[in-house]
């Protein structure tokens, strides 16, 4: 991934969509304690092997974020992922994203659910629905890239490659990344 990042700087947040940021106060055992936190949408996120491959399918993106923390990261490796801000079932947002981002057009009944869990527990502890699709060529429809002014890549990683991958420090990626490949690999290679 290409990018030139210019002019990147921080500023208060005061009018938010997305995220909000928020001051808890509350008692914990007889102990008045505070915390900052981000009140933030759920999400949802896909583990795509494109069986034709012998592949998973992932996304590159520029993380704003991620680059305020490190910026000799100018892309992460996810999976295929959006937030729940819709009043449609998880496994039809699920079906868009993959739509949005990858360019696949997957039957509902190819997208199986694996577990959910909470994402950045300390800041936004938002909820995140894991799930997984068999994908194959003849399902490809556009190139993805993602919606409105997004700009994100796919990239197909061989199912060999993965474990160096999860290692490889100097590849920013996502707990939810390494931990669908550890899943597929107990739960799908070994049937």
Known sequence: MNNIIKNFK??????????HPVK?????????????AVKS????????????????????QFRPPVYLNDNSNLCT?????GIIDKDKSLEIIVKEEIDE??????????????????TNVGVSGAKQYLYYAKINDSMKSHNGGGIHDEQIETMYLPIAEYKDFIYDEEKAKTP?????????????ISN
Do not use: H
Not at 10 to 19: A, D, P, R, Y
Not at 42 to 54: G, I, M, P, R
Not at 77 to 81: Q, R
């Open 77 to 81: 490796y996810e999976l295929c992922a």
């Open 10 to 19: 921080t500023s208060i947040l005061e009018e938010t969509k997305f995220v």
């Open 176 to 188: 939810g990344l390494m931990f669908s490949f550890m899943w597929f690999m107990e739960n799908k």
């Open 101 to 118: 981002e990858c360019g696949y057009d997957v039957p509902l009944e190819n997208i199986e659910k694996i577990t959910s869990f909470y």
């Open 24 to 36: 808890i106060t509350y008692n914990q055992n007889g102990i008045d304690k505070s915390w900052e």
């Open 41 to 60: 949408f759920d999400s949802v996120a896909v583990l795509l092997y494109n069986e034709d491959k012998n592949a998973f399918l992932i996304v590159k």
